[in-house]
């Protein structure tokens, strides 16, 4: 995927169109691991209280249209063909050369301004500073989840020079709750005349098993989810939170489909796969594992199998359809156990436990998970 960072196409564009985000409200998200989480949790506590909530997301698992939802419904295919070929024309008549992300964007933008969304719900693509989202003036509050290296090539090779990248999305007045107490994010928060708001991972332990989602890394962004709304919108109680959170749906974040025995779960980077080994060892330690396991080239996937498998791990290594995914031969070069190549003859069955996990990507390509519903 073409990834060509800045604001100035987005900017341009938008203002032909006479700025419909500007006419918006804010949940802004940033952060390595957690982010799209944060979101879903937001927006479902957001629907319970009834506020029409619009919700933009990346990457999404089988359609464009996931992404891009009011009130949890993904937004229509005609809608949604109906604004790309807007937004496409106006682009090519001014010369504006625009990524797929930025096109997105873009529809986004416009089609919560056309259906009077009270509050969007917005995650970043990548970064933040020129992530193509960075274009709103303010935000109700910017949320900063869980950082680490990931996207290096593009963000910078230290955790603290992510922190920079991602603290971009903090804007002057507008709060900033995080879990991480990075200078580069005080400096910008103190730089914007911003509170920061440090949450603490104490969350009440009601709000904990009422979430849809499992795992334990959830208590982290629970956290500033809890925190956030608490903050803003104090006149939506604890029963109404608790509402919103049984009905959180966001797939493949550590999913268990039962029937199959089977975990899905899209970790695609050394912390994410770290939280995957956790909550393995954590909620189903006695369990033998069959992993498919697949990602993309610019991760660390030496690390990411070295954390996740043991010995004794039934293992395949799946080299997906997707520009940039690693090949077999390049996973099994840095496999530390025996593993096997995965194709549609390999067999998933509930003898075991299963994990797929890895890569967006892969888990989106699988077309027989959609009969799963995932």
């Known amino acids: 995927v073409y990834i060509n960072l800045g604001l100035e196409r987005v900017s341009s564009v938008l203002e032909l169109l006479g700025n419909p985000q500007d006419s918006l409200k804010y949940f802004h998200v940033a952060g390595t691991n957690g982010k799209g989480s944060v979101c879903a949790v937001i927006s479902s506590v957001l629907e319970a209280a009834g506020i029409k909530t619009g919700l933009f997301t990346s990457p999404h698992l089988f359609d464009y249209t996931e992404r891009i939802k009011i009130n949890g419904v993904d937004i229509s295919k005609a809608d949604f063909a109906r604004l790309v070929f807007d937004i496409c024309k106006i682009a090519d008549e001014n010369n504006i050369h625009l990524t797929e992300f930025e096109i997105l964007t873009v529809v986004m933008f416009k089609y919560f301004a056309e259906n009077n969304v009270e509050v969007v719900v917005l995650e970043t693509g990548l970064g933040g500073r020129f992530d193509a989202t960075n274009v709103i003036k303010e935000n109700l509050c910017a949320v900063i989840t869980h950082i680490d290296l990931d996207h290096t090539e593009r963000l910078g090779n230290t955790k603290d020079k992510i922190a920079f990248e991602k603290a971009g999305i903090i804007k002057k007045g507008c709060p900033v709750i995080t879990a991480e107490g990075y200078e580069a994010v005080r400096d910008k928060a103190d730089e914007c005349g911003s509170m920061f708001i440090l949450t603490n991972p104490y969350v009440n332990p009601e709000f904990i098993d009422s979430l849809a989602l499992k795992g334990n890394q959830q208590v982290e962004n629970l956290a500033l989810v809890i925190n956030a709304v608490n903050y803003l919108f104090k006149n939506i109680d604890d029963k109404t939170i608790i509402e919103g959170l049984k009905k959180v749906n966001n797939p493949c974040r550590f999913e268990y489909v039962q029937e199959k025995n089977l975990i899905i779960d899209a970790s695609h980077n050394p912390n994410g796969?770290?939280?995957?080994?956790?909550?393995?060892?954590?909620?189903?330690?006695?369990?033998?594992?069959?992993?498919?396991?697949?990602?993309l080239k610019n991760k660390d996937y030496s690390r990411m199998m070295n954390i996740l498998f043991r010995e004794g791990d039934e293992i395949y290594l799946n080299g997906f359809d997707y520009p940039n995914a690693c090949t077999y031969n390049e996973l099994i070069q840095k496999c530390p156990y025996p593993a096997e190549k995965y194709t549609d003859e390999t067999v998933i069955k509930p003898d075991k436990l299963n994990i797929i996990c890895g890569s967006f990507y892969m888990i989106g390509g699988m077309e027989w998970l959609k009969s799963l519903q995932v």
């Open 273 to 295: 796969i770290e939280a995957l080994r956790d909550n393995l060892d954590w909620f189903f330690p006695r369990e033998k594992r069959r992993f498919v396991f697949g990602c």
